[in-house]
């Protein structure tokens, strides 16, 4: 029950916008921005969009979640959009999954993934500030 009073509060905190600015433009990328169709997107947003997806992804379901999802995004788009944002150390774990991680169920690349600092989700983090300019731009 402590979790659903701690969503609650939370939910309490956005609507009364007390969230940092910081908060409120993460929050706008993910419901403005991650949504749209990646064709309609500029080379900003695509590479925030398609490393988010990766990332969220990860954290639910591991590589073969990822694959699954999303298996219409090209891996050389998804290590150059790694790269722009900032995670190039990524992109050899992602690499590593694509050559040989079926093998053990992506067991250890996912685990390499998770171990990695820092997180994924800082590194966008921190992207969506620096060029929150250019990502909420049509």
Known sequence: MKWLNKFFNRSNLYEQNTLS????????????ICFRDVNNLNLI???AV???????EMNSGGHSGYFDCYPKV???DLIWALCEVGGAVYVENFKKAISNGSHDGYLATDNIFYSIKPSLTDI???FV????IDLFTD
């Open 124 to 126: 966008l983090m921190e």
């Open 45 to 47: 947003q695509k590479a």
């Open 50 to 56: 398609l490393s988010f997806w990766y990332d969220a």
């Open 21 to 32: 600015e910081e908060s409120q433009r993460w929050n706008k990328f993910i419901s403005e």
């Open 129 to 132: 500030e620096a060029h929150a």
């Open 74 to 76: 090209s891996s050389e």
